[in-house]
Structure formats: structure tokens, C-alpha cells
């Protein structure tokens, strides 16, 4: 038979239910008192994993707000469907992310789980590679993380909780040709992630990053076919990714039963790429 534990960290893994379990902040402290959902922010959360991301933690009970860059119509969308917030701004720029947080907290309240999900591809082996090309994808890919997170990590502090989950890739494990800009970044997620979570183990707050392999959305589809085909024969599970597989971990990983896991990195990638 589960115990509590094994029943929270197993229903967010897979979905099913056991009792009550939505996400509300101070639970154990506030028995008899309303209780407020916990909010959660997700970067790049209106398009592909970001979008099934938002879709699975609002499923779950948290309140979400989800970050786009610029494309209105999809932002729209995840509004309209998933019930998200959307919040607009530039994840490179550290005031844009500054005020994003603000009004997220001004209107959902603190966030408790940031999940760094947002990215691009300017791809070009390096001796082809121009400078914008590299510095675009640093910047979006990895400065943001450390420009979304300095932003929420005193208050994630300051209450003893905190959920921080890094969105890397398979290439950020494994390197990929004509990526060094983007394999250089997702990498750096992980060394980020191992660091800030030794700083603040003690504050309640849990970092950890999740490696996906190539996953079923808008980005992958647009590979060519005989392309495409050569990447799956690769996959030894025979086919890509879902993003909602990817979603399942977030949710995982975002629960307050998951306390005991940090600065470790969850590989999903049909066993393309198996790390010791």
C-alpha cells in the first residue's frame, strides 16, 4: 500500500488521484483557514512544451501564468483554452522579466514554482557561426534563466518554499553539430541549476533541470522528412517525444511531496542518449 508520500509523488507523475491533493500554499500551517493555490510561471508557456506545460500545472490546481515573447495569436489561444494568464516580454532583458514577476505577483500572488522552459535555435557550425547568432541564443537560452529566477528567488526564500525547474535538451548532454551556441547554453542550465540548488536546499526550494530528447512539436515538425526519419531511427523507443511526457515530469517535480529531490537532472529522451 502507498503511503502519503508515495500517493503525492505518484499522482503527479501520472495523473490519477488519491483524495485531494491540489497545490495550496501553506497547507500544513493553515488547517481551517483558506488556502491560495500555488502559483507557477512558466516562460515560453503559450506554444509546444511551454503550452502543455501551462496546460498540465493548471490541470493540477496551480495558478499559471504563462510567458510569450511576441506571437499575439497563440498567446490568445492558451488564454482562451488552457485559462492561463499570459504575460508578454523579452526573456533576455532583465526588466522585462522584473516587471513580468511583478505583475504576475500583483495579480496571482508569490510564485512558487518558475519553470524556464523558453528558447530559440539560431543554427550554424561555428566557423559559419556570426556573433548574433551565438549571443541571441545565449542570451534567450541561458541569461534568462538567471534574469527570471534573481527575480523570484528572495521571496521563494523568504516563505522557505520554492519549485525551480530548467527545461534543458539532450544536446545540452550530448553536444550537436551546428548547435554550439545552443548545446553551450543548455548546458550551462545544468551547471546553473546544480549550483543554485546547493545555495538554497535549506530555504525549502528545489532546482533541477529536465533534458528532453526531440519531442513531437510545431519546431520538430518543420525538419525535413528523410531528416526527421534519420532522428527517429535513432530514438530506441522507435518514435518522438509528446510534450505532454515532458509536461508530466514538470508536474512531478513542482510538487510539494517531490522536497527531497534537487539539483538533479531528469533525462527524457526514448533512451537516444542514457547518461550514468
Given amino acids: 500500500m502507498l503511503g502519503p508520500l508515495n500517493q503525492g509523488l505518484l499522482q503527479s ?13 501553506g497547507a500544513a500551517a493553515t ?31 496551480y495558478q499559471v501564468a504563462a510567458g510569450y515573447a511576441g506571437n499575439e ?27 513580468a514577476v511583478a505583475k504576475v505577483e500583483q495579480e496571482l500572488g508569490p510564485i512558487d514554482i518558475l519553470v524556464n522552459n523558453a528558447g530559440i535555435t ?3 557550425v561555428l566557423h559559419r557561426m556570426s556573433e548574433a547568432q551565438w549571443n541571441e541564443v545565449i542570451h534567450v537560452n541561458l541569461a534568462s534563466i538567471f534574469n527570471m529566477t534573481r527575480n ?7 516563505r ?5 525547474i530548467n527545461i534543458s535538451s539532450i544536446n545540452g548532454q550530448k553536444g550537436q553539430i551546428g548547435q554550439t551556441n545552443y548545446s553551450a547554453a543548455k548546458a550551462g542550465m545544468i551547471g ?7 545555495e538554497n536546499a535549506k530555504k525549502g ?13 510545431e519546431m520538430v515538425a518543420s525538419v525535413p522528412k528523410e531528416v526527421l526519419d534519420q532522428i527517429v531511427a535513432g530514438i530506441p523507443v522507435g518514435r518522438l517525444g509528446v510534450a505532454d511526457e515532458i509536461a508530466r515530469c514538470v508536474a512531478f517535480l513542482a510538487a510539494d511531496e517531490a522536497g527531497f529531490i534537487t539539483g538533479s537532472t531528469l533525462t527524457v529522451n526514448g533512451g537516444q542518449y542514457i547518461t550514468g
Avoid at 495569436?73 to 516587471?99: M, P, R, W, Y
Avoid at 546553473?192 to 546547493?198: H, I, P, S, V, Y
Wanted: charged share 20%; proline share 3%.
Fill in 31 to 61: 488547517r481551517g483557514r483558506k488556502l491560495m493555490p500555488r502559483t507557477a510561471f512558466v516562460t515560453g508557456g503559450t506554444r509546444g512544451i511551454g503550452r502543455a506545460i501551462s496546460a498540465r500545472l493548471k490541470e493540477a490546481g
Fill in 122 to 124: 539560431r543554427d550554424a
Fill in 152 to 158: 523570484v528567488i528572495t521571496g521563494m526564500r523568504d
Fill in 160 to 164: 522557505n518554499f520554492g519549485r525551480i
Fill in 13 to 25: 507523475l501520472i495523473g490519477y488521484t488519491f483524495g485531494s491533493a491540489a497545490p495550496f500554499r
Fill in 73 to 99: 495569436n497563440a498567446a490568445k489561444a492558451a488564454a482562451d483554452e488552457l485559462g492561463v494568464t499570459i504575460v508578454k516580454g523579452n526573456v533576455s532583458h532583465f526588466a522585462d522579466c522584473q516587471a
Fill in 205 to 217: 526550494i528545489t532546482v533541477n533541470v529536465i533534458a528532453p530528447g526531440y519531442i513531437d512539436t
Fill in 192 to 198: 546553473f541549476t546544480k549550483a543554485l540548488a546547493q
